[in-house]
């Protein structure tokens, strides 16, 4: 039906739509969510693992915050309607409970002095077990035990259940000890709620890894080329990206709008404030006193200074939500939020707040970028052979182990048990041999020592390669071809 | 992309999929826990906790393989139809000695219900209700934001409202209640805490918080410094009150009132504030060693909560120390007890047998400014780095040097 109305309101409406419904809903590759994990992962282990000296004063059940005290505030504290008339100087009392005479509201009047009946609600919605938890060895153990579910986070192990695990642990802390927050708990919870409902475990984690492991051993037993497609798009990776990006977004918008009511902003001052606060951060560097006497000396180098950063940041917080989403303001926008990070890391020695903030603004880089990227960093020179057999079991579960942990196929697996084969091995293979060219190839532990050497994804595998002892008790454990025959003619000399 | 099944089919195995009996063996030990829970009658609410969250886990990972098999319809929801049910079972298996995580375990059967009805509903009526949510979500961020009141106002009366009914519960459970005012709209003092222990012998010493030297991290450092912020916040002076405390102020001459207006230098503590403040003091009195070693019981703990303002930038182009004693700005909170009360000295509430306040007795210099000043020779103000020091907190807690600060 045409009326008049179609093209001012229906159209319009379709258009904002539909404009919505791609925003959101297209599904969206879901690499830049796992490396977002990866990151979480590592800045949360650290906070965990820097709380541990604060686990009596802030969580145990008699230190500074003590459980009952805190029960308390959690159950108790009494929450305000604001006045519902207008500019009365005394306004009209508000009662949302009858009024009883118990000796629960005496109390009540004593210890928050106000009457139950005119509190809207009563009590934080909070939840922690170490509000429950009467014994310090509790505490830690619990501690630990978040810990452990921070690293399985981290590592990307059974990521849908650990990820919602992590996020009621980390928030268990931030609820008991709620006086000792800062900005950086808030990042945290931030980026801890949203990749609890994305597939942030799809690709970079040990769950991928088990999956490419899964795929390999069924084509390799069947005397397939293992093939594992990378994760596929989805609708839950893209909303959950697009909910990060729009709250950073806000953060940006809140912090700078609320900063232009200030004199110190305006003026330049601000950023003076921040780096000559002794008593917020102590400075690190022994340079630093005699720098900032020597830039207070000059006023024109003063102001430059502090009116320039000033302004970067207003700038920079007025302007990203704005230009982040046109893709040539986009890197500049970034790399403006990583230096102004990096500064109140640096001076302000904010450095947890940072880096979750430079999390959440990584999820502005676009998917193709940051596999581009992670390509480079960990596809190497290495190109390798993997001759196995695929009559032997031992050799399927290797030649699979390889194609899981090597997503750049730098090392071509050669069945030596198919009919008709073609390669570098010549002969029967009594174990698989890893090698590169016309090389013979190394077996047994010399060829895990090789492979993590080899294949950048593996270089923190690699690491324990070199420890002292690590050689010898390899070789013993799983020689080589080589030295088993090294063995055989030494036995066989005797 | 992955094919979507939208019936509720067998796996290859035949009978139940195995994720439903995943799903349906944690629905089974978080009724176990139930059990335990009732027949005990809480006598062992610990264990039944124990297998509740076992339970629970179990269903968990039974969820999450189901959903790679099912994305929607009907496998889906019934998956997550049993989780709220697994949920559910779960808040009252913890019991009400475990009651915070009965309300996280609340919202989570409300979370998987909602799942659950979302998974069958058609795409178009799906992606409506996310809509819906998202909408909702930042617009609670949003009032978060507003709430925050300018420097000379209020905040908007509809964003106090809809943050009281509701934001606030939930951005409370999420901790996503921040206002986003980083050093907004300036960058203020720094908060500390300080502590005069006082010992049976007469002994005392001064513990301050946070103690940048006792901090390995910066993760310590911000705690420290987040629980005296906390405790930083006022509660608005009644003017009736304020007539009366600024005549028994006048009964200190010894401690000269402190520069600018009688309002801007008496800061009570909020209630939550003061809760805390006697927490802290009885803390340290527990844990702060005497100075010898083992020695005599704490008897008092004076408290003086402090602003740190930064010297002006001419003290630093002077080449004056960075810290300057005569820029703390401290306000007496009270003397406590070592087991955390305030002393009857510094602070008597009198109520009426129904809990009405009555009769309020406080020391002369409760949360007053107590001045640290620089003046000249003549006595006249000093700038910074000029004269020398009056520590007037020194003075008030007994202690002879009057300089340095604590």
């Given at each position: 039906?045409?009326?008049?109305?179609?093209?001012?309101?229906?159209?319009?409406?379709?258009?904002?739509?539909?404009?919505?419904?791609?925003?959101?809903?297209?599904?969206?590759?879901?690499?830049?969510?796992?490396?977002?994990?990866?990151?979480?992962?590592?800045?949360?282990?650290?906070?965990?693992?820097?709380?541990?000296?604060?686990?009596?004063?802030?969580?145990?059940?008699?230190?500074?915050?003590?459980?009952?005290?805190?029960?308390?505030?959690?159950?108790?504290?009494?929450?305000?309607?604001?006045?519902?008339?207008?500019?009365?100087?005394?306004?009209?009392?508000?009662?949302?409970?009858?009024?009883?005479?118990?000796?629960?509201?005496?109390?009540?009047?004593?210890?928050?002095?106000?009457?139950?009946?005119?509190?809207?609600?009563?009590?934080?919605?909070?939840?922690?077990?170490?509000?429950?938890?009467?014994?310090?060895?509790?505490?830690?153990?619990?501690?630990?035990?978040?810990?452990?579910?921070?690293?399985?986070?981290?590592?990307?192990?059974?990521?849908?259940?650990?990820?919602?695990?992590t996020w009621a642990i980390a928030l268990g802390y931030c609820h008991r000890a709620s006086p000792a927050l800062f900005g950086m708990d808030t990042m945290m919870a931030i980026l801890l709620f949203y990749l609890m409902f994305a597939p942030c475990g799809a690709t970079l984690s040990l769950d991928r890894l088990i999956e490419r492991y899964r795929d390999g051993a069924r084509a390799l037993r069947g005397h397939a080329a293992p093939l594992s497609p990378a994760p596929g798009p989805s609708v839950s990776a893209n909303v959950v990206t697009r909910l990060l990006q729009v709250h950073f977004c806000i953060i940006y918008f809140a912090s700078g709008a609320s900063k232009l009511q200030g004199a110190a902003w305006w003026n330049?001052?601000?950023?003076?404030?921040?780096?000559?606060?002794?008593?917020?951060?102590?400075?690190?560097?022994?340079?630093?006193?005699?720098?900032?006497?020597?830039?207070?000396?000059?006023?024109?180098?003063?102001?430059?200074?502090?009116?320039?950063?000033?302004?970067?940041?207003?700038?920079?917080?007025?302007?990203?939500?704005?230009?982040?989403?046109?893709?040539?303001?986009?890197?500049?926008?970034?790399?403006?939020?990583?230096?102004?990070?990096?500064?109140?890391?640096?001076?302000?020695?904010?450095?947890?707040?940072?880096?979750?903030?430079?999390?959440?603004?990584?999820?502005?880089?676009?998917?193709?970028?940051?596999?581009?990227?992670?390509?480079?960093?960990?596809?190497?020179?290495?190109?390798?052979?993997?001759?196995?057999?695929?009559?032997?079991?031992?050799?399927?579960?290797?030649?699979?182990?390889?194609?899981?942990?090597?997503?750049?196929?730098?090392?071509?697996?050669?069945?030596?048990g198919k009919p008709g084969r073609e390669g570098p091995v010549d002969g029967p293979l009594t174990a698989p041999r890893l090698g590169a060219g016309d090389e013979e190839g190394v077996s047994g532990y010399p060829l895990v020592e090789r492979l993590t050497r080899s294949l950048r994804v593996l270089w923190p595998v690699a690491l324990l390669t070199w420890l002292p002892g690590a050689s010898r008790l390899g070789r013993a454990l799983a020689p080589g071809e080589r030295e088993a025959r090294e063995k055989e003619a030494v036995g066989a000399g005797r | 992309m992955a094919t979507v099944d939208r019936g509720l089919e067998r796996g290859p195995e035949g009978g139940v999929p195995v994720p439903y009996r995943a799903v349906l063996a944690g629905v089974g030990i978080t009724f176990a826990a139930l059990v335990v829970q009732l027949g005990s009658r809480g006598q062992l609410g610990g264990p039944a906790v124990a297998v509740a969250l076992g339970g629970l886990l179990v269903a968990g990972a039974g969820l999450a393989t189901g959903l790679k098999?099912?994305?929607?319809?009907?496998?889906?929801?019934?998956?997550?139809?049993?989780?709220?049910?697994?949920?559910?079972?779960?808040?009252?298996?913890?019991?009400?000695?475990?009651?915070?995580?009965?309300?996280?375990?609340?919202?989570?059967?409300?979370?998987?219900?909602?799942?659950?009805?979302?998974?069958?509903?058609?795409?178009?009526?799906?992606?409506?209700?996310?809509?819906?949510?998202?909408?909702?979500?930042?617009?609670?961020?949003?009032?978060?934001?507003?709430?925050?009141?300018?420097?000379?106002?209020?905040?908007?009366?509809?964003?106090?409202?809809?943050?009281?009914?509701?934001?606030?519960?939930?951005?409370?459970?999420?901790?996503?209640?921040?206002?986003?005012?980083?050093?907004?709209?300036?960058?203020?003092?720094?908060?500390?805490?300080?502590?005069?222990?006082?010992?049976?012998?007469?002994?005392?010493?001064?513990?301050?918080?946070?103690?940048?030297?006792?901090?390995?991290?910066?993760?310590?450092?911000?705690?420290?410094?987040?629980?005296?912020?906390?405790?930083?916040?006022?509660?608005?002076?009644?003017?009736?009150?304020?007539?009366?405390?600024?005549?028994?102020?006048?009964?200190?001459?010894?401690?000269?009132?402190?520069?600018?207006?009688?309002?801007?230098?008496?800061?009570?503590?909020?209630?939550?504030?003061?809760?805390?403040?006697?927490?802290?003091?009885?803390?340290?009195?527990?844990?702060?060693a005497h100075p010898e070693g083992e020695g005599p019981a704490v008897t008092g703990v004076k408290v003086y909560r402090v602003d740190y303002h930064n010297p002006p930038i001419k003290h630093f182009a002077d080449g004056h120390p960075p810290i300057d004693p005569a820029q703390y700005q401290p306000f007496y909170m009270g003397e406590f007890d070592a087991s955390g009360k305030i002393k009857p000295e510094s602070l008597k509430l009198t109520h009426d047998s129904r809990g009405i306040l009555g009769h309020t007795e406080q020391d002369p210099l409760l949360y007053w400014l107590i001045p640290i000043v620089r003046v000249k020779e003549d006595g006249s103000p000093a700038e910074p780095g000029e004269g020398r020091v009056i520590n007037f907190v020194r003075k008030h807690a007994g202690d002879p040097d009057e300089e340095s600060v604590p």
């Open positions: 039906v045409k009326t008049p109305l179609r093209p001012l309101l229906i159209q319009p409406a379709r258009s904002f739509a539909e404009a919505w419904s791609a925003f959101w809903f297209t599904p969206a590759d879901p690499t830049v969510l796992s490396f977002l994990r990866v990151c979480t992962g590592l800045v949360l282990v650290y906070v965990l693992v820097a709380t541990t000296p604060l686990l009596e004063p802030l969580y145990g059940p008699d230190g500074m915050l003590p459980r009952e005290t805190m029960n308390r505030l959690r159950l108790d504290t009494p929450w305000m309607l604001p006045n519902p008339g207008h500019d009365e100087v005394e306004p009209p009392m508000v009662r949302y409970r009858p009024m009883v005479d118990n000796e629960e509201v005496f109390a009540y009047r004593r210890a928050w002095n106000i009457d139950p009946s005119v509190v809207y609600a009563r009590g934080l919605p909070q939840f922690s077990p170490f509000f429950h938890l009467t014994t310090s060895r509790w505490v830690l153990v619990w501690h630990l035990a978040g810990i452990a579910v921070a690293v399985l986070f981290l590592l990307g192990l059974w990521t849908r259940v650990v990820s919602v695990l330049g001052t601000a950023i003076w404030m921040t780096w000559s606060n002794y008593e917020f951060a102590p400075p690190k560097f022994e340079f630093f006193t005699p720098a900032l006497q020597w830039v207070a000396q000059s006023r024109w180098l003063l102001e430059a200074i502090m009116t320039g950063g000033a302004a970067f940041t207003l700038a920079l917080e007025l302007g990203f939500p704005f230009l982040v989403w046109r893709p040539r303001w986009r890197p500049v926008m970034l790399v403006g939020a990583v230096l102004l990070h990096t500064g109140i890391a640096v001076m302000m020695g904010l450095v947890a707040f940072s880096l979750f903030m430079m999390v959440i603004a990584a999820s502005f880089i676009p998917a193709q970028t940051l596999k581009r990227v992670l390509e480079r960093v960990f596809k190497g020179p290495a190109r390798l052979w993997l001759a196995y057999s695929s009559r032997q079991r031992v050799g399927v579960r290797l030649a699979a182990a390889v194609h899981a942990v090597d997503p750049y196929g730098q090392v071509a697996l050669i069945d030596a | 098999r099912w994305r929607e319809g009907a496998g889906a929801g019934g998956l997550w139809a049993l989780a709220a049910v697994a949920c559910g079972l779960g808040h009252v298996a913890v019991g009400p000695a475990w009651d915070s995580l009965a309300l996280l375990l609340t919202v989570a059967a409300w979370v998987a219900g909602a799942a659950a009805l979302l998974a069958v509903l058609p795409a178009r009526w799906r992606r409506l209700a996310l809509s819906l949510a998202i909408a909702a979500h930042f617009a609670a961020i949003a009032t978060a934001v507003a709430v925050v009141p300018p420097r000379d106002g209020n905040a908007p009366w509809l964003a106090q409202q809809v943050w009281t009914r509701f934001a606030r519960p939930y951005l409370l459970f999420t901790n996503l209640n921040n206002g986003y005012h980083f050093y907004a709209p300036d960058p203020g003092p720094t908060s500390l805490l300080w502590f005069r222990v006082q010992y049976a012998d007469g002994t005392s010493r001064w513990v301050r918080i946070p103690d940048h030297s006792q901090c390995d991290t910066h993760i310590e450092a911000r705690r420290w410094g987040a629980l005296c912020t906390f405790v930083g916040q006022s509660a608005p002076a009644d003017p009736r009150h304020f007539e009366e405390v600024v005549k028994l102020r006048q009964k200190r001459p010894d401690i000269p009132a402190g520069p600018g207006p009688a309002a801007s230098q008496y800061r009570p503590p909020t209630t939550q504030a003061q809760i805390l403040i006697a927490d802290y003091a009885g803390y340290v009195a527990r844990t702060a």
